[in-house]
């Protein structure tokens, strides 16, 4: 069956510290991958996603960034972060080559102070 | 593009009784529609789904309608429980890609 593993699970940093979640996914080949970030009591917000190695789509413009290095690695990441980016951070994949339901992992809960 | 509009944004019902969901979305081209779950602090997990050529489909305690022509889906949750208590998200998936479009989310409460 599938695994999806986010870490760490909670991160408290600084503003203006850099930022590095990743996420892994097992039991499937060429996932669709997704990040989002979901603001306390709020919605979800679809920050970046892949279809494959190296191919990263870009939402939301702003100081994040995300990186596919392997086929099941997903990574996000800042340079410096802002007060505004604290939050719920989500990662999610779905089966490739279909439309279908994603999956989520357990997140991370990001505190910028 | 596509948008999902979702409602009510809190709803407040007694035990036992029914409740019901409502989104409406603006892309008739889109195909697939889930439903998810997310109790406080954890992450949203999938509850039920339907695609385009599916009406109404049901899982037990919990049944999705949908309506083409109007561009609307509903979650029916009947037999309300405490544990029924959470947020729940609708979302729609242009056919175009690969993306889930969220709605705003609903806040289910269960009243003793």
């Known amino acids: 069956s599938q695994t999806i593993h986010q870490w760490p699970a909670t991160l408290v940093q600084p503003v203006g510290s850099p930022l590095s979640l990743e996420c892994t996914v097992e039991g499937t080949s060429n996932p669709n991958l997704y990040w989002y970030r979901q603001a306390a009591g709020r919605g979800l917000q679809l920050l970046f996603y892949?279809?494959?190695?190296?191919?990263i789509s870009s939402e939301v413009p702003q100081n994040l960034s995300a990186s596919r290095p392997q086929d099941r690695q997903f990574i996000l990441s800042s340079k410096k972060l802002l007060l505004s980016d604290s939050g719920f951070y989500l990662c999610?994949?779905?089966?490739?080559?279909?439309?279908?339901?994603?999956?989520f992992g357990p997140g991370t809960r990001l505190t910028v102070t | 593009g596509e948008n999902v509009e979702q409602h009510p944004s809190t709803l407040s019902v007694q035990e036992g009784d029914s409740a019901v969901i409502k989104c409406t979305y603006s892309?008739?081209?889109?195909?697939?529609f889930p439903w998810y779950k997310q109790e406080l602090g954890k992450r949203p997990q999938l509850i039920i789904d339907?695609?385009?050529n599916v009406g109404e489909k049901k899982d037990q305690r919990i049944a999705v309608t949908l309506n083409k022509t109007a561009k609307h889906f509903s979650l029916h949750i009947t037999e309300t429980q405490p544990e029924d208590s959470a947020v729940y998200f609708c979302a729609a998936n242009p056919r175009s890609n690969y993306q889930l479009i969220w709605g705003a989310g609903t806040k289910l409460i269960i009243k003793p």
């Open positions: 339907i695609r385009s």
């Open positions: 999610a994949w779905s089966v490739s080559g279909r439309v279908s339901e994603q999956y």
């Open positions: 892309d008739s081209a889109s195909n697939y």
């Open positions: 892949s279809v494959g190695i190296g191919q």
